[in-house]
């Protein structure tokens, strides 16, 4: 129904008591204005609201801690406080509207640029991002798109970077699973190797398109990946063995055999 950040002297409550109000039918202006109206301090508080129709409201009271300020945009706001300088929130309005990509990559180089123009005067220790997607389906734990935070660090959005890339290919990962359920190999294998092109390092990101190659008769193509990740960890031949006996690769020992012929110390393999 749409999304509220509460900042500055927290008030928890506009969260929850936000959403509610949005599932109701109020606007994000009207709903803003019911959460004021209520409010005993409204003075310390900061807090933004944007509705699923693109409405957006916020609100700086004028005894946030300086620099407090925000800026709001069409579909979006950004709000500061505390901030080492007064021209934090237009930075993160600049960056967020000239990044392209996902809106985790939006978001995130909202932050890097509010980061980039002094950020919080008590220095870092934390960063999140929340993604949701855009349409209810009554199952909200498969419409959490992206739901990363670093608690304690001290570099935490760059943390939180790293995070977000290992996040995008396992959304990919988890794709190429569903798609793997339904007996589609070829658009799984597709979405396997976006994974293991985000996060090659990943010895995982490359097992599972180097199953999904074999099984499929691509075994050639398979050999090269199956070499690395034994590499990194002989445990992914062991898991290999695992899989056919819950139909997961074909049960075919020459197959198995040449792919853990690979194993170092096995041979040089085919």
């Not at 009554?138 to 660090?153: A, C, I, M, Q, S």
């Amino acid at each position: 129904v749409g999304a509220v950040a509460t900042q500055s002297f927290v008030e928890p409550a506009y969260g929850p008591l936000g959403l509610q109000l949005l599932k109701s039918g109020k606007t994000a202006p009207a709903a803003l204005a019911a959460l004021l109206a209520a409010e005993r301090h409204p003075g310390v508080r900061q807090v933004a609201l944007v509705d699923a129709q693109g409405n957006v409201a916020v609100h700086t009271g004028d005894k946030c801690i300086p620099a407090a300020g925000h800026r709001l945009g069409k579909t979006y706001s950004c709000q500061a406080n505390m901030m080492a300088r007064g021209t934090v929130w237009d930075a993160m309005a600049k960056a967020f509207e000239s990044t392209s990509g996902e809106l985790v990559d939006r978001l995130l180089a909202a932050l890097l640029a509010a980061e980039q123009e002094g950020g919080d005067i008590r220095g870092r220790q934390a960063a999140a991002i929340l993604v949701v997607s855009g349409k209810a389906t009554g199952t909200p734990w498969k419409e959490r798109v992206y739901d990363l935070r670093v608690e304690d660090h001290p570099q935490p959005l760059a943390e939180l970077r790293r995070l977000v890339t290992i996040a995008k290919a396992y959304n990919h990962m988890n794709r190429g699973d569903e798609l793997l359920t339904l007996n589609d190999p070829k658009a799984a294998l597709e979405e396997y190797s976006r994974a293991m092109a985000i996060y090659p390092g990943n010895p995982e990101m490359v097992f599972w398109p180097a199953v999904t190659l074999a099984a499929t008769g691509k075994v050639e193509e398979s050999l090269p990946l199956f070499r690395r990740v034994f590499a990194q960890d002989p445990n992914w031949a062991e898991l290999l063995q695992r899989l056919p006996g819950v139909g997961q690769f074909p049960d075919e020992p020459e197959l198995l055999r040449r792919i853990l012929a690979l194993l170092p110390g096995e041979g040089k393999g085919n």
